[in-house]
């Protein structure tokens, strides 16, 4: 089984400020990882994924995502937020399947970007 | 390209009462779907798995009686909640995968269907 556990409900920060969203999971089996973005009213949007190789990420608005194995961690960096960044994340990992790829999510962080 | 539509965007209905939710791939065709159930202030869940022409696998908890899926099309898939009491009132979300091949498929989400049951 998969858990994923998103240390922080909320993170408050002023415009363009740095910000780390923290994302730790659990499991007997590789996995992915994804980060999804979910701004009002709206659906969710994949950010960033991690399915091998580097283990550096990046999206094209600026943020990225180190894969930490022997933390197990998938942590959501930005050095710099725009007020459009406010939106929940959501922390995801996919276990390796034979073509079925569920999802399990974290219950997600809030990011409000203050000016 | 990898639009995914749900109808209706929100729906209310009285106790008792059986409500059906749209899923739509518009521009691929879909052969596994998925449902997901967001309380409030609280992350996804999965509900259930969708693949065309076949029975959807239902996640543990979730009674495959009291929410009928149907996938009878690439590109369409249904979500009945039969019966629907007020502690059924949340947020489905649908989302398309659109291969099956190993390693990863990307799934893409549709925006969502409120539904509250009064």
């Known amino acids: 089984a998969q858990s994923v556990t998103q240390l922080d409900s909320q993170v408050p920060v002023f415009e363009e400020a740095p910000v780390e969203l923290r994302c730790n999971y659990s499991?007997?089996?590789?996995?992915?990882l994804f980060w999804y973005v979910q701004y009002p009213n709206q659906g969710l949007q994949l950010l960033l994924k991690?399915?091998?190789?580097?283990?550096l990420v990046e999206s094209i608005n600026g943020f990225e995502a180190e894969f930490n194995k022997s933390q197990t961690s998938f942590h959501l960096r930005k050095p710099s937020v725009h007020i459009s960044d406010t939106a929940e994340y959501f922390c995801a990992v996919s276990p390796f399947s034979g073509g079925y790829n569920k999802l399990i999510f974290g219950a997600g962080t809030r990011l409000a970007v203050h000016p | 390209g990898a639009v995914v539509s749900q109808h209706p965007s929100w729906v209310i209905c009285k106790s008792g009462t059986s409500v059906k939710i749209e899923c739509r791939s518009l521009d691929f065709q879909a052969t596994t779907m998925f449902w997901y159930r967001q309380f409030p202030k609280q992350s996804l869940m999965l509900m259930a798995t969708s693949n065309e022409g076949s029975k959807a696998t239902y996640e543990q908890g979730v009674e495959k009686d009291k929410f009928l899926i149907n996938h009878a099309s690439l590109t369409l898939s249904t979500l009945t909640v039969t019966s629907a009491h007020p502690e059924d009132s949340s947020f489905y979300i649908c989302?398309?995968?659109?291969?099956?091949?190993?390693?990863?498929?990307?799934?893409?989400f549709g925006p969502g269907t409120r539904l509250t049951v009064l």
């Open positions: 991690y399915l091998s190789g580097s283990t």
């Open positions: 989302s398309a995968q659109r291969g099956r091949w190993r390693g990863h498929n990307e799934q893409f």
């Open positions: 499991s007997s089996v590789s996995v992915y």
